[in-house]
């Protein structure tokens, strides 16, 4: 991905950034429309930037005139001229070039597979338009199903989103779209949005068919769904502070993002499920700055590490860590080109490193236990300054879930709910065996516990 190249025109630059905002604060829609009129839509949303196929100069001149980014979507094969002449803003690179792309006098961002994502560049912008649809699993269409980890499984970018996190300050675009031939619910759309946020991504807005022609038509529960979206867009973009901060449990992964980390189902979304927090760590960046407030490491790259890799690891456990490595001979799979989930023997494989993971664990505190949320996802983010943190909580389920627990290990005496119906309360904290304890009364689609000094 090549952001900002240095390929500009030397007078473009200076246009580009008095005109639109940089590019790490734009929020992406894929837009199913050519016409003018339908920005109207986007009227008092925080979406500022759509992804276009072949759009004309009308439409960009009219984004343009709202303070909307309009970046062409250029696949492979295509020449992005046209869409230059048409005087986007920017260029979206999709598919699975065979070359390099060309260098544009203009932003360029690359939706490539995951194996072809540029991890650990300086890009304001890295993606891949490769994800799962997340929700609960269902066995044949009937009712859900328990996974490796013996719960409910959720289908989730969770693991892999945190991984490339892991590897670089890129914000991240997860640019799937809804399965075909499905109507997607609103609650359904809020979830994927909710899950790429908790993350510290964000998700590409991407319509099925059904709600882009309800949509057209100006129907009014469409535009209660697309309201429902925004508004929980808004949620996450109205707090910049929650992408600025980083996983904060006491469990550490070893995993290069390369492979097995690039998966989803691996052990990070096995980890996920349990609700532990956990630090994905990319080989290539293992150190102990890295480790940093970490009690228990997990190996994954087991002898493929470099000899100081491996010392920092002896240091680690000679500093009090436990650490737990692969069976003997483990080899994390690299995943063929392309494809983005486990097959059935890699995960029987990945099984009995899940079953020493899951024993290593147990009931532990690794910073935070949940309860009462096996329809739910989490995750526990820190500021750098150790001065707050926040627990996001993401709902599955179609219906509202009651009576949440949260227990922490840090000493934050002060805890806020946040949720995007408007929500803001202060909790009561009271003290547990091993730290402290809030309890949430209710979580429809998402929440957020805010913790502070």
Sequence with gaps: MRVLRAAMLAGFLPLVCAAIPK??????????????????LLQGTVVNCVLVRHP????????????IVTLAVIAPGEDARAALAAKVDGVVYEGDFPAEPP??????????PRYRMKLGGDAPIIGTYQGVWPGIAANEGASAHAG???SVWIDTNTGFLRAVRAFGASSVWLANRPPEKTVVSAARYQQVIAEAEISGARWVIAFDDDLV???????????????KMAALTAYFEGHPEWRAMRENGQLAVVQDPEKGG?????ILDMIAVKHTPVRPIAGARLSAQTLEGATMAVNIEGDDLTAPQKQVLRDFTRGGGTLLNGPPGWKDPTPPAGRITLDKAELDRLGDMWRDVNNLIGRRNMGVRLFNVSSMLSNYLGAADGKSAVVHLVNYSDYPVETVTLHYLADFPRATLITPEGVTKTLEVYKTDEGWGVDIDRVVVCATIRLEK
């Design 23 to 40: 590019p790490a604060d734009w929020v992406p829609v894929r837009w199913p429309w050519a016409d003018a009129a339908s920005l109207d």
């Design 148 to 150: 490796p980890t013996s």
């Design 103 to 112: 260098p544009l006098p203009v932003p360029v961002v690359e939706l490539v």
């Design 213 to 227: 022609a309800r949509l057209a038509r100006r129907e009014e529960a469409a535009l209660g769904t697309w309201k």
């Design 56 to 67: 004309a100069a009308e439409f960009t001149r009219a984004a343009t005139a709202r303070g």
């Design 262 to 266: 690039l998966l989803s189902g691996g």
